[in-house]
């Protein structure tokens, strides 16, 4: 998966984060999602998470919203079934508003 991601702010999108491929160690399996972040977030007219889960060592969201021209950094967090705590964090910028041409 890339780390930055564009979207159209009318746009919904879902985003997995695939422990497996990321960083989980040979055996390793994620026990408990810590769930999502979005920074910076200052109205409501920001991006947002609709919803999460945690299934088969991936953690998804679907992400909505947020400002044209503005970007955000999105993280997820996962524990391990041997204690360690994983973070993966992706960019996302919002695409600028389609001009009006007269």
Do not use: N
């Not at 984060?17 to 990321?22: G, P, Q, S, T």
């Amino acid at each position: 998966m890339s780390g930055y991601i564009l979207k159209a702010a009318e746009e919904a999108i879902d985003l997995p984060i695939r422990w497996r491929d990321e960083k989980l160690k040979p055996g390793e399996r994620v026990r408990e999602d810590l769930g999502w972040r979005i920074t910076p977030v200052v109205s409501e007219a920001d991006l947002v998470i609709a919803e999460q889960h945690l299934a088969c060592d991936t953690s998804f969201a679907l992400i909505e919203g947020g400002v044209p021209g503005k970007t955000y950094m999105v993280s997820a967090s996962a524990r391990t079934d041997r204690g360690r705590d994983l973070i993966r964090a992706v960019v996302i910028r919002i695409a600028d508003a389609p001009r009006m041409v007269a």
